[in-house]
T-cell receptor, first 112, second 115 residues
């Protein structure tokens, strides 16, 4: 089955700096890669996703890149703000076929 | 439109006791899921139901049973609770299907402690 590795497990950045979180997946058939944000004590919520037919997707300060050949994808957050502090999870699946498999999460702290 | 509602929010059990976690969604989604979240372990799938009338094991099904009661409701049962089942449990739903977005909508979680 699918295995998703996520790094780093913790990340601290200064406010205004960029943050990058990386994930690798094992199943070359996976074609859907979402990112979820979980604030302290809250439920995970989808922030951005990408499908295997595109290499990059942006939404304001957030972007995700995908390298199918290397089987890795990354989350990029620019101009970080204190409200970006949260745990971020990457995930992978074969869309419409298999449920999401999540990475172990990255705790991002943005220091003001 | 409440989204995904799960109960209870908190529960303390003694080893060997049983309980059922309830989950309901009002978005007419076909698929429903139960995940557990442990520190440093991410979200691990316990069971899922791709459609009404079907259930399948996920990554960590041992010690759990599920029932897809109807399209709206998906319950998780612990028959004989163990300390290793201390965790935060999340129910989720999605419109998963071929060539459709798989956005998961999560419930607010159940914090379960087994003593």
């Amino acid at each position: 089955g699918e295995n998703v590795e996520q790094h780093p497990s913790t990340l601290s950045v200064q406010e205004g700096d960029s943050a990058v979180i990386k994930c690798t997946y094992s199943d070359s058939a996976s074609n859907y890669f979402p990112w979820y944000k979980q604030e302290l004590g809250k439920r995970p919520q989808l922030i951005i996703d990408i499908r295997s037919n595109v290499g990059e997707k942006k939404d304001q300060r957030i972007a995700v890149t995908l390298n199918k050949t290397a089987k890795h994808f990354s989350l990029h957050i620019t101009e970080t703000q204190p409200e970006d502090s949260a745990v971020y999870f990457c995930a992978a699946s074969i869309s419409g076929n298999t449920p999401l498999v999540f990475g172990k999460g990255t705790r991002l702290s943005v220091i003001a | 439109n409440a989204g995904v509602t799960q109960t209870p929010k908190f529960q303390v059990l003694k080893t060997g006791q049983s309980m059922t976690l309830q989950c309901a969604q009002d978005m007419n989604h076909n698929s429903m899921y139960w995940y557990r979240q442990d520190p440093g372990m991410g979200l691990r799938l316990i069971y899922y139901s791709a459609s009404e009338g079907t259930t399948d094991k996920g990554e960590v099904p041992n010690g759990y049973n599920v029932s897809r009661l109807n399209k709206r409701e998906f319950s998780l049962r612990l028959e004989s609770a163990a300390p290793s089942q201390t965790s935060v449990y999340f129910c989720a739903s999605s419109e998963a299907g071929a060539n459709t977005a798989e956005k998961l909508f999560f419930g607010s979680g159940t914090q379960l402690s087994v003593l």
